[in-house]
């Protein structure tokens, strides 16, 4: 069985430019989590999708992120323009309904 | 509001010898507690979890927790450690309760070295 797929696996951009992460959950998952992972640090919940319905995205900066999954099941995750401090690990992740996460291998961002 | 705390943020152990990494929550009420581990370049795995019952819980790879009310805690323990247990820790406590893996808060993790 397929794992969850994320690319780019890493993205160098310079402050102010857009950037774009896309992840493809496991086949049959419904559930798609994008976390934020800063050095140093655990994760961080930035959006959660039930099908294409965005469940909580409390944790969304929402000036300058954005997300979708359309038809329920790829997602992308936007962040325009990038910021010095958005520079992090990106992971997605996916769970049939509200069970365990799988998670991806991540997208590491650096903004210079 | 909950929180957890990994008080060790760097663990060096020699190959075959015990392993306990620690965990402390703070919740109002029963914890739904969770143990990960994230591998250099890899995503995070489950290694196991606690919902009710019987506080000594057994995951994957050899490793179990304990989960102790009266502590806070939720430590994670292993027998003897292999070279291919150097990863990173994390601890995770379920946000609302109810059994959800879905509202996951992560502690800050704990880095494991294993010497040969």
């Known amino acids: 069985e397929a794992g969850v797929v994320q690319s780019p696996r890493y993205k160098i951009i310079e402050k102010k430019q857009p950037v774009a992460f896309w992840c493809n959950p496991i086949s049959g998952h419904n559930t798609l989590y994008w976390y934020r992972q800063n050095l140093g640090q655990g994760p961080e919940l930035l959006i959660r999708y039930e099908n294409e319905e965005a469940v909580d995205d409390s944790q969304l900066p929402k000036d300058r992120f954005s997300a979708e999954r359309l038809k329920g099941v790829d997602s992308t995750l ?3 323009p990038a910021e010095l401090g958005d520079s992090a690990v990106y992971l997605c ?20 | 509001a909950q929180s957890v705390t990994q008080p060790d943020i760097h663990i060096t152990v020699s190959e075959g010898a ?11 009420a029963t914890p739904y507690l969770f143990w990960y581990v994230q591998s250099p370049g890899q995503g995070l795995q489950l290694l196991l979890k606690y919902f009710s019952g019987d506080t000594l819980v057994q995951g994957i790879k050899g490793f179990e927790a304990e989960f102790k009310r009266s502590q806070s805690s939720f430590n994670l323990r292993k ?30 993790g704990t880095k494991l070295s294993v010497k040969p």
Do not use: M
């Not at chain 2, 990863?87 to 609302?96: G, L």
């Open chain 2, 79 to 108: 027998p003897s450690v292999h070279w291919s247990d150097a990863a990173e820790y994390f601890c995770a406590v379920d946000r609302f309760g109810g059994g959800s893996q879905g509202n996951l808060i992560f502690g800050k």
């Open chain 1, 93 to 112: 992740a996916s769970s049939p309904w509200d069970n365990e996460q799988f998670f991806g291998p991540g997208t590491r961002l650096t903004v210079l």
């Open chain 1, 78 to 80: 936007k962040i325009q």
């Open chain 2, 18 to 28: 015990s392993l306990e990494l620690r965990c402390n929550y703070s919740y109002g």
